[in-house]
């Protein structure tokens, strides 16, 4: 599997963003997917995951701001992200991994190349 993220870029603050994440290969709705961001000198942490149904699940960090999604036919992932703050400021990553437990532990099978998120004050 491979996985293009897109749609990063600089916002203002309260502003929004739509991420995208396409994945090549068959087995995609197999996957768990999520979203992780890497802030400068910070380490990595995870943003959102949708399992291979409905299930989400955001960290209070970004409860009621973002929201994940995905859509089978098209083999991506979203991620909206609304009422962005100064601090959501990184490189996102989508990643895919077999289990719930991996995706948490930040183990993703397989990693997107990142897309950068720059909220001005």
């Known amino acids: 599997v491979q996985l293009q993220a897109s749609g990063g870029g600089l916002v203002q603050a309260g502003g929004s963003l739509r991420l995208s994440c396409a994945a090549s290969?068959?087995?995609?709705?197999?996957?768990?997917m999520g979203w992780y961001r890497q802030a400068p000198g910070k380490q990595r942490e995870l943003v959102a995951i949708i399992n291979i149904g409905t299930t989400t699940y955001t960290p209070d960090s970004v409860k009621g701001r973002f929201t994940i999604s995905r859509d089978n036919a098209k083999n991506t992932v979203y991620l909206q992200m609304d009422s962005l703050k100064p601090e959501d400021t990184g490189v996102y990553y989508c990643?895919?991994?077999?289990?719930?437990?991996?995706?948490?532990?930040?183990?993703?099978?397989?990693w997107g190349q990142g897309t950068l998120v720059t909220v001005s004050s």
């Open positions: 290969g068959r087995t995609f709705s197999s996957y768990v």
């Open positions: 990643t895919a991994a077999l289990s719930i437990g991996s995706m948490l532990d930040g183990l993703g099978d397989y």
